[in-house]
């Protein structure tokens, strides 16, 4: 009996599982103890959502620091939100309590008094975001060793949200010079609910060190509860039209309002726009039967104070509540028990309907429940495939993938992720001060997400930074950051890697509601925070806009852009147009668009053959590929094939079909696009003589030849 995991973890952990009379420990709790209590070895733990991983990974670190305290800060949490972070904040304070190990969390919303009781003692658990890390590294790299020069152990939660993105190369690029700063070794954990790729996952999770990666994948079945609804919006073009759309819209938010109003749910949407429009539509059906407003909306424009107002009320609040909301609230915040999840649209991955999924159903034998309701524009007159049910066949493929198949997207690493050698040089730079060109050098290109760029392409890099004044040279032959390098990195905006637009703060009097990204001006009226409000005044100066309650027109002031489809959903989705098969979990609806698309496309035969006759001089493309493959194929028909074979015009609708007129007919357009596919010798020739395509954030700082060539590398494919 001793044996067991639980009689090993500390009596203050023991004495957290009786008090929450839990019967046994979980199976990714027990793999847990025995690869972090008798092994030296990393662990990625990749269980779905309530599978209590958290728990895994701080039973049996928190057992060490209480068995063995640290001298420094023993276990780092790195979180992709602060609003994760400020929920596993309040789950672990009363563990930590009961073993008097402190937690502190850091982010943009902590006051600095807290940030110096850490800095003037540190101990314990410190969870924070990359971004407030990167803070620390290159402002204060003299406290980094007092800070973790005990570490025992880096928890990275949600490790599918970094990974493949410009913020993984970060996080990454931060654990090596952590170690290196402080002189430590941490065990790395990471945790993930959708995961499909473990050994790439492995690979990343320990990047840079000599520890093995143990997986723990538990594969617990999980009961789920599934149903597409889809509503059809004719075109408005003529009065009788535009009633027939007025009813449609009306039904629509009617049929979303009787799902959620007696429940305690979620409504996903794409966009800050979709759930602003959402949540003030369900208002006014409340108002309209007079019956009680429980709606909300949680999205990163939104202030932090009304963010957290809406958690709390859908994890303690006592009656209904329902929340409109966006990524924000798809990572792991544990909501409590949430009865019904809503999609509206469908999610472009299926790593993202995992993760809204997994927002019900969280507590004992409970099912994950998740309602699609799909909206689509049907125009009898629109082109052939302007007229396919796209998200409902995105919907139904996402849904086959991942239940039938266990399938979600693989992890793709960037090989030449030049903007974020960009940011990770000038941050180590601002820790160092000054740097000879090879210790410089040693120090960023030593780091694991550099590995694939060459020293010439790093020495070309540094050269054109002198030139534009990014970076200057000192008396002695050093390199220091320039004066135009300091405007950027003094901005506290460089902290992040990731694209944010600048936003205008938003007050009703004196309590800010949240954040634009677009400044109307005085007089004009916009949705925020689900309510409608009336611009009174704008400050430039401040960036702030102040407002007061309107009635009126709705319209939203973010832009905003769909995700990436990878090829598998394409492909799965042209597979679900050509079956006869009636999913069970499709209402009467859904499967009747679905067969009018069915019969559609067996008519016109739009499945038979990629590129399909469109009438007069035009053909329609339809690849069945991914996102990025599909921008590849627009650029072998702009640059290899337009003049060629005289097209004339190009229309892309990004990643469904394209629209090509000119003189070729379908046939030798077809031959013509296999050959160019298959003789790809330079992948730089897709660009255009003087194009220099930005992927990331940083990348309008660096040399365009490396721009170019860092394109070719990593976004384009065939």
Not at 343 to 353: R, T
Request: charged share 25%; proline share 5%.
């Amino acid at each position: 009996m001793s044996g067991h995991p639980f009689y090993r973890l500390a009596p203050f952990v023991q004495e957290f599982i009786y008090k929450r009379r839990w019967d046994t420990l979980r199976e990714a709790q027990v793999e847990a103890c025995r690869v972090l209590f008798d092994t030296s070895n990393h662990l990625l733990i990749a269980s779905g959502t309530a599978s209590g991983k958290t728990e895994a990974a701080f039973f049996p670190a928190l057992t060490e620091l209480h068995e063995r305290p640290s001298k420094s800060v023993g276990i780092l949490y790195i979180g992709p939100l602060k609003a994760l972070i400020n929920d596993q904040f309040e789950r672990l304070n009363d563990l930590m309590r009961e073993g008097h190990i402190p937690v502190w969390h850091w982010h943009g919303d902590v006051a600095q008094a807290e940030k110096t009781k850490l800095m003037n003692n540190p101990a314990g658990v410190l969870q924070i975001t990359p971004e407030s890390l990167e803070g620390l590294l290159m402002n204060n790299p003299n406290a980094i060793p007092a800070l973790f020069h005990d570490l025992r152990y880096i928890v990275i939660d949600e490790v599918h949200a970094f990974m493949g993105a410009d913020r993984g190369i970060q996080v990454l690029s931060q654990l090596t010079r952590i170690e290196r700063m402080a002189n430590c070794s941490p065990r790395r954990v990471g945790l993930s609910a959708t995961l499909g790729d473990y050994e790439t996952a492995s690979g990343w999770l320990g990047a840079g060190t000599p520890h093995s990666v143990e997986i723990v994948a538990p594969q617990g079945g999980r009961k789920l509860r599934l149903s597409v609804d889809h509503f059809s919006f004719p075109d408005a073009r003529d009065e009788e039209q535009a009633e027939h759309l007025a009813n449609a819209r009306k039904a629509y938010y009617d049929y979303i309002y009787d799902h959620t109003r007696l429940k305690k749910a979620l409504v996903f949407t794409n966009s800050r726009s979709d759930a602003e429009l959402t949540t003030l539509e369900l208002r006014r059906v409340a108002a309209r039967r007079q019956e009680r407003d429980v709606f909300h909306v949680h999205h990163g424009s939104i202030s932090a104070m009304l963010r957290e107002e809406t958690e709390a009320t859908l994890r303690t609040g006592a009656g209904p509540a329902v929340a409109a909301a966006t990524v924000t609230l798809e990572l792991g915040i544990d909501l409590g028990e949430l009865e019904r999840v809503v999609q509206l649209g469908a999610p472009y991955s299926c790593s993202s309907f995992v993760q809204r999924l997994g927002r019900s159903g969280r507590r004992g034998d409970a099912a994950s429940e998740m309602l699609f309701v799909v909206p689509e524009e049907e125009d009898e007159e629109a082109p052939l495939p302007a007229r396919m049910p796209w998200t409902l066949l995105r919907a139904i493929a996402v849904i086959e993938l991942y239940v039938r198949d266990k399938w979600v997207e693989p992890i793709s690493l960037r090989q030449k992720p030049i903007g974020v050698l960009y940011h990770q040089t000038m941050s180590v730079l601002k820790g160092m001060g000054e740097a000879s060109p090879i210790e410089l050098a040693r120090a960023v290109l030593t780091l694991p997400p550099f590995q694939h760029i060459e020293p010439e392409e790093y020495k070309a890099f540094l050269h054109y930074l002198l030139q534009t004044d990014h970076l200057q040279r000192t008396e002695e032959g050093g390199i220091m950051i320039g004066l135009t390098g300091e405007k950027i990195v003094n901005n506290f905006r460089f902290l992040a890697v990731f694209k944010d637009d600048e936003e205008h703060s938003v007050y009703n009097g004196t309590e800010e509601i949240g954040s634009i990204t677009t400044v109307p001006p005085p007089g004009y009226c916009f949705s925020l925070a689900g309510k409608l409000w009336k611009v009174v005044e704008v400050d430039t100066k401040h960036k702030a806009v102040y407002v007061k309650a309107a009635e009126g027109k709705v319209d939203t002031l973010w832009l905003g852009a769909g995700g990436d489809v990878h090829t598998t959903v394409m492909r799965r989705m042209r597979e679900v147009l050509a079956d006869s098969n009636i999913y069970p979990y499709l209402a009467p609806r859904a499967v009747n668009r679905l067969e009018r698309a069915r019969r559609l496309a067996r008519e016109s035969g739009l499945l038979k053959q990629t590129v399909v006759p469109a009438g007069g001089d035009s053909c329609f493309i339809l690849p069945w590929t991914g996102t990025k493959s599909f921008r590849t194929l627009e650029r072998v028909l702009k640059l290899r094939l337009a003049d060629r074979l005289g097209l004339r015009s190009i229309v892309p609708m990004e990643p469904y079909y394209m629209t090509v007129s000119g003189h070729a007919d379908a046939a030798t357009l077809s031959d013509q696009i296999q050959w160019e596919l298959q003789h790809i010798d330079d992948p730089v020739s897709l660009l255009g003589p003087e194009e220099a395509p930005y992927l990331g954030k940083y990348d309008e700082f660096v040399k365009p030849e490396l721009v170019r060539k860092a394109f070719a590398v990593d976004g384009l494919e065939w």
